[in-house]
């Protein structure tokens, strides 16, 4: 049996920037844990605009759906990548606000380009709509670190529905294997000369750390951080809309992998950057 994953939980290292970006403090503390929350990271503003674009994105607007349904499940479980380019309100929230500079800062890289945008939904009574144990960058055909999700909540996310992390697990940068969030099938393109993800709701060693949020909380994570969620067994939809940017130091590996995180003229070791990921922050030297 795995650990009481209530009783078990250790706060995410928290910090309010209602009134700034992050500072060296959350900084560091991302770097040592792998994740932190901001809270108050957008305002409602911010939310409304993103809510304004979910209908267009789930109808068409993303590059890549996948919409869960389960007999046993009243709702849907549904994500959508990459919409920015088509849904003009995603754009905005992207391009238009500080949600750059929220992720520039944690990340401390001289350039800040994005992947792309994620959006989750798990509807009402979606119990069965777990996701599993994984890292975001077992998905992605990158060699390197320097990936940052940004992950913020549009709705109230109690503890029995929030997320899960394993502190500290991004530290050795070993990828494991990749899942299928569906849970019925293996993932698309596993890797399986990778090791298998450990059990890690049944190592004691583990340690697990979660939080409540509110809409316009903000958790931000290394891509090689393991996360994890339940589902949502309440009469409430709960969804997050997370954008994916690119520090330095990364650069493409051509290996099988969704469309969603490929360009074309993208080759083996290049830049990643291009119309698609474009940069979006980068300091001045004396030389530009």
Same mark, same amino acid.
């Given at each position: 049996?795995?650990?009481?994953?209530?009783?078990? !939980?250790?706060?995410?290292?928290?910090? +309010?920037?209602?009134?700034?970006?992050?500072?060296?403090?959350?900084? /560091?503390?991302? =770097?040592?844990?792998?994740?932190?929350?901001?809270?108050?990271?957008?305002?409602?503003? $911010?939310?409304?605009?993103?809510?304004?674009? !979910?209908? /267009?994105?789930?109808?068409?607007?993303?590059?890549?759906?996948?919409?869960? /349904?389960?007999?046993?499940?009243?709702?849907?479980?549904?994500?959508?990548?990459?919409? $920015?380019?088509?849904?003009?309100?995603?754009?905005?929230?992207?391009?238009?606000? =500080?949600?750059?500079?929220?992720?520039?800062?944690?990340?401390?890289?001289?350039?800040?380009?994005?992947?792309? @945008?994620?959006?989750? !939904?798990?509807?009402?009574?979606?119990?069965?709509?777990?996701?599993?144990?994984?890292?975001?960058?077992?998905?992605?055909?990158?060699?390197?670190?320097?990936?940052?999700?940004?992950? *913020?909540?549009?709705d109230r996310i109690p503890m029995d529905t929030a997320l899960r992390f394993? =502190?500290?697990?991004?530290?050795?940068?070993?990828?494991?294997?990749?899942? @299928?969030?569906?849970?019925?099938?293996?993932?698309?393109?596993?890797?399986?000369? =990778?090791?298998?993800?450990?059990?890690? @709701?049944? @190592?004691? *060693?583990? /340690?697990?750390?979660?939080?409540?949020?509110?809409?316009?909380?903000?958790?931000?994570?290394?891509?090689?951080?393991?996360?994890?969620?339940?589902?949502?067994?309440?009469?409430?939809?709960?969804?997050a809309f997370s954008i994916n940017w690119i520090g330095d130091g990364i650069?493409?590996? +051509?290996?099988?992998?969704?469309?969603?995180?490929?360009?074309p003229g993208l080759v083996e070791g290049s830049s990643i950057e291009c119309?698609?990921?474009?940069?979006?922050?980068?300091?001045? *030297?004396?030389?530009?």
């Amino acid at each position: 049996m795995g650990r009481d994953l209530q009783k078990h !939980i250790t706060p995410i290292c928290e910090f +309010d920037v209602a009134g700034g970006l992050p500072g060296s403090r959350a900084q /560091e503390a991302y =770097r040592r844990d792998g994740v932190v929350c901001l809270r108050n990271a957008h305002d409602k503003a $911010w939310l409304s605009l993103v809510e304004s674009g !979910i209908d /267009e994105a789930l109808s068409g607007g993303s590059q890549d759906i996948d919409i869960v /349904e389960k007999a046993q499940d009243a709702g849907r479980f549904s994500f959508s990548s990459q919409a $920015w380019q088509q849904v003009d309100s995603f754009r905005e929230a992207i391009f238009d606000s =500080r949600a750059p500079d929220l992720a520039w800062a944690l990340l401390g890289s001289h350039a800040l380009t994005l992947f792309y @945008d994620f959006l989750l !939904i798990k509807e009402a009574r979606t119990a069965s709509a777990a996701t599993p144990w994984h890292q975001d960058h077992a998905y992605y055909p990158l060699h390197g670190t320097g990936l940052i999700n940004c992950w *913020t909540a549009l709705d109230r996310i109690p503890m029995d529905t929030a997320l899960r992390f394993w =502190r500290g697990s991004h530290a050795q940068a070993c990828l494991y294997q990749s899942v @299928d969030f569906s849970g019925d099938t293996d993932y698309r393109h596993a890797r399986h000369d =990778r090791p298998a993800i450990p059990a890690i @709701d049944d @190592d004691p *060693t583990a /340690e697990i750390l979660g939080c409540e949020l509110e809409p316009g909380d903000m958790l931000a994570w290394d891509s090689y951080t393991f996360h994890s969620a339940s589902g949502n067994p309440r009469n409430t939809r709960r969804a997050a809309f997370s954008i994916n940017w690119i520090g330095d130091g990364i650069t493409f590996h +051509d290996i099988p992998s969704l469309s969603t995180y490929r360009a074309p003229g993208l080759v083996e070791g290049s830049s990643i950057e291009c119309d698609k990921f474009p940069v979006v922050r980068q300091h001045r *030297t004396l030389a530009d």
